[in-house]
């Protein structure tokens, strides 16, 4: 995908956007609720006419060509299913395409097997409009799961599932992706699924893909404050500057995630002293959270930390992330 | 304590009238609001079915009020039933239903088909397509018995600059093959808009996004035409045939109009013969005998097609 704009009226949705998705991949975008997520895939999907720029499947030029000469399957993020049939014929109406000639025996395994995979054989005959909202979302994966298409496209697929579906169909898809050896595109506002799933993240800001890299390389190198912010949990905690020394120069922002801030019971000579505010015990890990000289910081101690309320700690850095002015990065090497 | 709706009324009433209302329960005074809409409803439904009941089974004659009524048993039912010219109204009522409801759901889902796509100006079009279901039937049916003048007709014209044939050639309410057609013809001219209005808000009932996911599956237009907009629209379609049916079983303005049942009595419907039976022939007996077979066999199959309505939503 090459320099693709979209606006609609005056409002931009994807600026000039250029992105390579190579084959077998699995790309998450990451991008807050009007990001252009869904803009970027229906580009893709030859849904929305792009206003400038074009894409290309394979080396083929298929910007002027319609979403069934591209060969892509696509997940919407409102399950969007065929009302008036039920789960079985909706899962193999793609297959029935007399493009592809499948033959009946072969559509049936074929919507067995992925309904094996989604947990809904139980509910094939069921009508589409007869399933909780869930179900739907998961047959409309299925939907797209019993092709084999260039690309699989996928709107926040799992968003609409419980915690506990969601956990497990985003490893069954990660399985399955890396088995099928199948690209996929898959768009989230869910840190964790990109972090998971992908072999690639972009994350997107306002229609702009502001930086693309494997997971490792968005969570410990972002290229701004922006990015920086949106991975991680707890979030990265954004401190002035100049609140410890050695900060790199032009740099404005001082950028901390939990491993960046080594803690020491009572207070030592280097370091800065915090008070403990409060303690989040969530069983597997603790949450504590700081006051430092006026600012909040929260950061993580192992499950059976002793640390209480109003505690004092010493708090030391371990290669914080800084950041300009701008919010662009600033290389700490050259001090 | 917590105030019961009907201290609420009467609360907001004045005085007068919550005294009166007052002690009533709540059911009394529901009773009190649709009673007047029950007895209406007997009065001038119920009442005249049940009447008509008893006169079928009876040799009434409405011109002959004085004249002794005897009870004749189901004589009147076996006459009507054995009789050919019943059978042959019968015969020209379904040739009337089954064309006119065939070519107004062809003409009527095509049209609306045509509509639905998004060309400018698609909104006066409606307008002009929907006016003839505005006129009223007697006006159109007036009207039309120009259009078909032999001489001087407007359609006569229209054929015949189609065909080539002579357009005083052929007299469309006169002649015994072509009187039936003048009549479906009309028909459809004025109730296809009818049709076609309740396909296009089946239509638009069909959300963009499944074409888009049909789109995406790779179906071609013709297929997501067979699969996905007919399936959608079919349960409007078959309300639009109940309606058209039951209103066209009882046709009757329009072939007043046109051809008076004539000529001979090609197309004379089972309403045209029943009025002749009932205010030319006098018979009151035998026309309520005949409107209660009438009646029961516009009932038998509407149940049976909502039923299968039904079945169809339900799919
Ligand atoms: N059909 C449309 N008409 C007008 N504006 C749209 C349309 N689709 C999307 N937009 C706008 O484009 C921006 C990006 O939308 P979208 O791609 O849906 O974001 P996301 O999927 O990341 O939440 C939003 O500001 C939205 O309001
Ligand atoms: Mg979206």
Same mark, same amino acid.
């Given at each position: 995908?090459?320099?693709?704009?979209?606006?609609?009226?005056?409002?931009?949705?994807?600026e000039?956007?250029?992105?390579?998705? $190579?084959?077998?991949?699995f790309?998450?975008?990451?991008?807050?609720?009007?990001?252009g997520k869904?803009?970027?895939?229906?580009?893709?999907?030859?849904?929305?006419k792009?206003d400038s720029? $074009?894409?290309?499947?394979?080396?083929?030029?298929?910007?002027?060509?319609?979403?069934?000469?591209?060969?892509?399957?696509?997940?919407f993020?409102?399950?969007?299913?065929?009302?008036h049939?039920?789960?079985?014929?909706n899962?193999a109406?793609?297959?029935? !395409?007399?493009?592809?000639?499948?033959?009946?025996?072969?559509?049936?395994? $074929?919507?067995?097997?992925?309904?094996?995979?989604?947990?809904?054989?139980?509910?094939l005959?069921?009508?589409?409009?007869?399933?909780?909202?869930?179900?739907m979302?998961?047959? !409309?994966?299925?939907r797209?799961?019993?092709?084999d298409?260039?690309i699989?496209?996928?709107?926040?697929?799992?968003?609409?599932?419980d915690?506990k579906?969601?956990?497990?169909?985003?490893?069954?898809?990660?399985?399955?992706?890396?088995?099928?050896?199948?690209?996929?595109?898959?768009?989230?506002h869910?840190?964790?699924?990109?972090?998971?799933?992908a072999?690639?993240?972009?994350?997107?800001?306002?229609?702009?893909?502001?930086?693309?890299?494997?997971?490792r390389e968005?969570?410990?190198?972002?290229?701004?404050?922006?990015?920086a912010?949106?991975?991680?949990?707890?979030?990265?905690?954004?401190?002035?500057?100049?609140?410890?020394?050695?900060?790199?120069s032009?740099?404005?922002?001082?950028?901390?995630?939990?491993?960046?801030?080594?803690? !020491?019971?009572?207070?030592?000579?280097?370091?800065?002293?915090?008070?403990?505010?409060?303690?989040?015990?969530?069983?597997?890990?603790?949450?504590?959270?700081?006051?430092l000289?006026g600012?909040?910081?929260?950061?993580?101690a192992?499950?059976?930390?002793?640390?209480k309320?109003?505690?004092?700690?010493?708090?030391?850095?371990?290669?914080?992330l800084?950041?300009?002015r701008?919010?662009?990065?600033?290389?700490?090497?050259n $001090? | 304590?917590?105030?019961?709706?009907?201290?609420?009324?009467?609360?907001?009433?004045p005085?007068?009238?919550?005294?009166q209302?007052?002690?009533?329960?709540?059911?009394?005074?529901a009773?009190?609001?649709?009673?007047?809409?029950?007895?209406?409803?007997?009065?001038?439904?119920?009442? /005249?079915?049940?009447?008509?009941?008893?006169?079928?089974?009876?040799?009434?004659?409405?011109?002959?009020?004085?004249?002794?009524?005897?009870?004749?048993?189901?004589?009147?039912?076996?006459?009507?039933l054995?009789?050919?010219?019943?059978?042959?109204?019968?015969?020209?009522t379904?040739?009337?239903l089954?064309?006119?409801?065939?070519?107004q759901?062809?003409?009527?889902?095509?049209?609306a088909?045509?509509?639905?796509?998004k060309?400018?100006?698609?909104?006066?079009?409606?307008?002009?397509?929907?006016?003839?279901?505005?006129?009223? /039937?007697?006006?159109?049916?007036?009207?039309?018995?120009f259009?078909?003048q032999?001489?001087?007709?407007?359609?006569?014209?229209v054929?015949?600059?189609f065909?080539?044939?002579? /357009?005083?050639?052929?007299?469309?309410l006169?002649?015994?093959?072509?009187?039936?057609w003048?009549?479906i013809?009309?028909?459809?001219?004025?109730?296809?808009?009818f049709?076609?209005?309740?396909?296009?808000?089946?239509l638009?009932?069909?959300?963009?996004?499944?074409?888009?996911?049909?789109?995406?599956d790779r179906?071609?237009?013709?297929?997501?035409?067979?699969?996905?907009?007919?399936?959608?629209?079919?349960?409007?379609?078959?309300?639009?045939?109940?309606?058209r049916?039951?209103?066209?079983?009882?046709?009757?303005?329009?072939?007043?109009?046109?051809?008076?049942?004539?000529?001979?009595?090609?197309? @004379?419907?089972?309403?045209?013969?029943?009025k002749r039976?009932?205010? @030319?022939?006098?018979?009151?007996?035998?026309?309520?005998?005949?409107a209660?077979?009438?009646?029961?066999?516009?009932?038998g199959?509407?149940s049976?097609?909502?039923?299968?309505?039904?079945?169809?939503? @339900?799919?």
């Amino acid at each position: 995908m090459q320099n693709i704009s979209k606006s609609f009226g005056s409002q931009s949705a994807v600026e000039s956007m250029s992105l390579t998705i $190579k084959d077998s991949s699995f790309v998450v975008l990451l991008g807050p609720t009007g990001a252009g997520k869904t803009t970027t895939l229906r580009l893709i999907a030859g849904l929305e006419k792009p206003d400038s720029g $074009k894409v290309t499947i394979y080396g083929r030029d298929v910007t002027h060509e319609t979403p069934a000469q591209r060969d892509v399957a696509m997940v919407f993020q409102q399950y969007s299913l065929y009302p008036h049939l039920s789960v079985r014929q909706n899962l193999a109406f793609p297959l029935k !395409s007399p493009v592809l000639k499948t033959p009946k025996a072969q559509i049936e395994k $074929k919507v067995d097997a992925v309904a094996e995979v989604l947990h809904i054989s139980h509910k094939l005959d069921n009508k589409a409009t007869e399933l909780s909202g869930g179900e739907m979302q998961r047959v !409309s994966i299925g939907r797209a799961l019993v092709r084999d298409p260039a690309i699989y496209l996928m709107d926040e697929p799992l968003s609409s599932l419980d915690a506990k579906l969601r956990a497990d169909l985003r490893l069954e898809l990660k399985r399955l992706q890396s088995e099928l050896g199948a690209t996929v595109l898959y768009v989230t506002h869910d840190q964790i699924e990109a972090m998971t799933l992908a072999t690639e993240v972009g994350v997107l800001n306002g229609g702009e893909l502001v930086q693309f890299g494997t997971p490792r390389e968005i969570y410990e190198s972002p290229s701004s404050l922006y990015v920086a912010t949106r991975l991680g949990l707890p979030r990265i905690n954004t401190l002035p500057a100049d609140l410890f020394p050695a900060a790199p120069s032009g740099a404005r922002t001082l950028g901390l995630r939990p491993e960046h801030i080594a803690i !020491s019971e009572g207070t030592a000579a280097d370091g800065q002293a915090a008070r403990v505010t409060r303690v989040e015990r969530l069983g597997d890990q603790t949450r504590l959270h700081l006051k430092l000289t006026g600012h909040k910081v929260i950061t993580l101690a192992d499950a059976h930390s002793t640390v209480k309320v109003g505690d004092a700690l010493t708090i030391q850095l371990k290669d914080p992330l800084y950041f300009d002015r701008d919010g662009a990065r600033v290389e700490r090497g050259n $001090k | 304590m917590i105030e019961k709706p009907i201290e609420r009324v009467a609360k907001a009433t004045p005085t007068g009238m919550a005294r009166q209302i007052k002690g009533l329960s709540d059911k009394a005074v529901a009773w009190l609001f649709v009673g007047p809409t029950i007895f209406l409803l007997l009065a001038i439904n119920i009442f /005249p079915l049940i009447w008509t009941i008893n006169l079928s089974f009876t040799n009434f004659r409405a011109n002959r009020p004085n004249r002794e009524v005897e009870y004749v048993g189901l004589r009147n039912y076996e006459r009507i039933l054995t009789d050919s010219d019943t059978w042959l109204s019968m015969q020209a009522t379904a040739h009337f239903l089954f064309w006119t409801l065939l070519l107004q759901v062809l003409i009527g889902f095509a049209l609306a088909w045509l509509i639905n796509r998004k060309f400018r100006g698609n909104d006066v079009w409606t307008t002009i397509i929907v006016l003839p279901m505005m006129l009223s /039937p007697a006006v159109v049916g007036n009207f039309w018995t120009f259009l078909y003048q032999p001489q001087i007709g407007l359609f006569n014209y229209v054929v015949s600059f189609f065909t080539g044939v002579d /357009p005083s050639s052929f007299d469309m309410l006169g002649s015994v093959d072509l009187a039936p057609w003048s009549i479906i013809i009309v028909d459809t001219w004025m109730w296809t808009p009818f049709v076609m209005l309740i396909c296009l808000a089946g239509l638009r009932s069909i959300p963009d996004y499944i074409y888009e996911a049909a789109e995406i599956d790779r179906a071609s237009k013709w297929r997501q035409f067979w699969t996905i907009t007919v399936p959608m629209v079919l349960p409007f379609l078959m309300l639009a045939v109940l309606f058209r049916g039951i209103e066209n079983f009882k046709m009757f303005d329009l072939v007043v109009q046109l051809t008076g049942g004539g000529p001979g009595s090609v197309t @004379e419907m089972a309403s045209i013969n029943l009025k002749r039976e009932a205010f @030319e022939k006098w018979r009151t007996g035998y026309a309520s005998a005949f409107a209660i077979i009438l009646f029961v066999t516009v009932f038998g199959l509407a149940s049976i097609y909502v039923k299968a309505l039904n079945k169809v939503k @339900e799919r």
